[in-house]
């Protein structure tokens, strides 16, 4: 608890802002369709890469900026013709990869840069497929690789969210499991 009170403390801005992002977080699992999901994960994005600069945590800062442009992109498939292009979730991975190595190299993140960037990559292709039951199941893995850097950041409502986002998982596929499938789904 010591802990705790020292992050709280230490750095009141960023568990602050990281506050906001908890919250659009977990409302975003509750989507019923990937464009929601993504769309809402464009905003958690945002806030969550200004709580982990703020803490210092370049790696996750990074992601979680690519992560909302890729939310804002992925939001808009099947809208508009250039968001449908099937280059993007290719695109987004290689960004990552190019993030971490610079942050690995760069700012010194060491092995939880692995975490994050493996989080991310997977999300990008969660959020692509148009198969929502598929994609919920690739992001309780996305979460659990998150829950390990925000411990590793000292990221308390990053830790929060994710336990939360566990829940509300596992919450939006028993929900699955009890009614048929949405027509986003093959």
């Known amino acids: 608890m010591n802990e705790l009170v020292r992050l709280a403390v230490e750095h ?18 509750q989507a019923r369709t990937t464009r929601g999901i993504a769309l809402r994960q464009a905003i958690g994005s945002f806030f969550w890469a200004a709580h982990m600069f703020l803490l210092g945590a370049w790696a996750g800062g990074l992601m979680n900026l690519l992560g909302s442009v890729r939310g804002s992109v992925y939001s808009q498939r099947g809208q508009r013709a250039w968001a449908s292009r099937p280059f993007w979730p290719w695109l987004f991975g290689a960004l990552c990869v ?23 990559c997977l999300g990008c292709y969660a959020l692509w497929t148009p198969r929502v039951r598929f994609a919920r199941w690739l992001l309780v893995l996305v979460s659990l690789l998150w829950l390990a850097y925000d411990v590793a950041s000292g990221s308390i ?30």
Do not use: K, N
């Open 12 to 29: 009141p801005v960023a568990q602050g802002v990281g506050l906001a992002a908890l919250v659009m977080t977990v409302l975003s699992y």
């Open 98 to 120: 190019g993030a971490a190595a610079w942050s690995g190299l760069a700012q010194g993140e060491g092995p939880r840069l692995f975490l994050s960037g493996s989080a991310q």
């Open 157 to 186: 409502p990053g830790t929060v969210c994710e336990l939360f986002g566990q829940i509300s998982l596992y919450v939006a596929i028993a929900r699955d499991r009890r009614t048929p499938q949405h027509p986003d789904t093959p």
